[in-house]
T-cell receptor, first 115, second 113 residues
């Protein structure tokens, strides 16, 4: 078990470009979560998946943000027409069985800088 | 709307001290509460998870308590070490049907050798 992995670890882009991040959860974990974290703040919940189904989306997830988990394994988070305010650490987490009683295991994050 | 507050925002202590980090939440309808550790520029590591029906959990030098009725949790760290220096985050899981995790802003701890 290699833990949750995220790719890329760092991304610098120009305002208006699209970016896509990937998260590979721990093998066979049913739930996968995305968060955004800005400097000095705790992570903010964006969305989560139970297998391939997206069950909850935060109002923070504007129309420019989309997340997928097509086969219930890895997930992608895409940001279209990036803005400077999108600069943040994007964290992915997974948990095994799909209940509210479980520990979430976090990846190392993707740090996005929008110039 | 659930809000999670952590006090203090930052803490500096000499090595060997016992210390308490505080977390409060505004809505007692939670599934569970977790404490995490985050090192600079890194992801989060789960320390302790307390189910809504539990009062406390212990792991090594760490002890976390939960009082749902008052909306409070504390993380007690015994005999602090420089390696404990990190940001400690409290999070609650809330929701019906779907659910979401709500984090506090964290307590930045520095343990001086």
């Amino acid at each position: 078990d290699t833990g949750v992995s995220q790719d890329p670890r760092h991304k610098i882009t120009k305002r208006g470009q699209n970016v896509t991040f990937r998260c590979d959860p721990i093998s066979e974990h049913n739930r996968l979560y995305w968060y955004r974290q800005t400097l000095g703040q705790g992570p903010e919940f964006l969305t989560y998946f139970q297998n391939e189904a997206q069950l909850e989306k935060s109002r923070l997830l504007s129309d420019r943000f989309s997340a997928e988990r097509p086969k219930g394994s890895f997930s992608t988070l895409e940001i279209q027409r990036t803005e400077q305010g999108d600069s943040a650490m994007y964290l992915c987490a997974s948990s095994p069985y799909g209940t509210e009683q479980e520990t979430q295991y976090f990846g190392p994050g993707t740090r996005l800088l929008v110039l | 709307k659930q809000e999670v507050t952590q006090i203090p925002a930052a803490l500096s202590v000499p090595e060997g001290e016992n210390l308490v980090l505080n977390c409060s939440f505004t809505d007692s309808a939670i599934y569970n509460l977790q404490w995490f550790r985050q090192d600079p520029g890194k992801g989060l590591t789960s320390l302790l998870l307390i189910q809504s029906s539990q009062r406390e959990q212990t792991s090594g030098r760490l002890n976390a308590s939960l009082d749902k009725s008052s909306g409070r949790s504390t993380l007690y760290i015994a005999a602090s070490q420089p390696g404990d220096s990190a940001t400690y985050l409290c999070a609650v899981i809330v929701g019906t049907g779907g659910f979401k995790t709500i984090f506090g802003a964290g307590t930045r701890l520095f343990v001086k050798a």
